[in-house]
């Protein structure tokens, strides 16, 4: 019997990217043509989530700073939750220790975040963690950034309260990711698959390890969810 194609979140780095980070582009057309619902979960600031729906065209579904942020075309609503002060306290003190968040004196990495801060990867990673603790707040190791985040938010609590506004079950969905910042997530989702590049906390809250990595392995996921 033939079942239905699921609803689809998928994170962008290390999943539709390659291994230098760029999109890859034989990604484009297999999520414009998916036929239902694709919500792109990610660590990234609202814009870039945004940016890709309307360069990929599909209607703008987002989860974005790790569940900070959501915004959903169908109900024309923006959602935050998330200390953003909190983190900037983090940041401040990090700081006084003699480190820096890591981007430059413009940052585009975290100028348009609303709810977590960003550090770049190669800032020390411990002081970090012990000073969001200090704050109630946690740190995502994406293998791309460090990310400050207040407790309780994260890819699965967006992505939860995103399909209770589109008035679908978490459990129909399949999910694509590759990092620590998807577990979450990836525990909720009916269909979880991590990429093969993905790191050990997402390869064990999966249900499934592709053979291949980054977006190889996410247009293999595709051809295993539409076959399941
Ligand atoms: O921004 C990051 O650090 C990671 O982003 P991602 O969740 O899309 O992989
Ligand atoms: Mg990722």
Redesign the pocket.
Known sequence: MATMTPPLAV??????TDGEGAVDPRVMTPLREWPEPVV??????LP??VALCSFVGIPTRVVAE?GGAAYLVDDDQLTFVGDREAAQRVVTRYREQGYEPGWGEVDL?NRWRETEL?VSLDQPLEPLKELAAAEGMHV?D??????VTSRGVD?GAGLEAVCRRLDRSVDEFAMV???E??AAAFELVGDAYAVANADETAKLAADHTTEASYADGFLEALDAIRSA
């Open positions: 994170d962008i780095d290390g999943t539709l792109v979960a990610t660590g990234k600031a870039y989530p790790n990495t960003a995502f994406t293998g791309y950034a460090y990310h890819k990711g590759d990092s910042n998807d």
